[in-house]
């Protein structure tokens, strides 16, 4: 998605899936806590429903509309970790299987034995 948008922006606007069925009306926006850019689209499902978190990458803003890249049976079965309150790394994971979206691995740790000669301790 375009990341010059303002979040505040998507407030409000519809949320289309895939195959052009209508999800819902964006409720909320949440930010990655390192960049600060639009990560997460929360989406009021329905009337008496719950909000389901869709990723804005690789959604598109099409003509006013957020377009997501997924069936709407997928995004209904998101899981729900509920609005208003920030999403911790795991729950964000797990957003991120739901989906299939690669995840970057954790950096690798050092190899403290780098640079050692095989057979030689360190003193």
């Given amino acids: 998605m375009q990341t010059d948008i303002d979040p505040r922006n998507l407030i409000g606007r519809k949320a289309f899936d895939r195959n052009g069925t209508k999800i819902g009306t964006i409720d909320e926006v949440y930010l990655d806590d390192a960049t600060g850019v639009p990560e997460w689209a929360a ?11 869709v990723p804005l990458e690789p959604s598109e803003l099409i003509e006013g509309t957020l377009r997501v890249p997924f069936d709407r049976a997928l995004i209904k079965d998101a899981p729900d970790f509920g609005v208003g309150r920030h999403l911790s790394p795991e729950q964000e994971l797990q957003l991120y299987h739901h989906y299939g979206l690669d995840v970057a691995p954790p950096p690798a740790r050092p190899d403290h034995h780098f640079g050692r000669l095989a057979g030689h301790d360190e003193a």
């Fill in 43 to 53: 989406i009021r499902t329905g009337l008496f429903s719950r909000d389901a978190f």
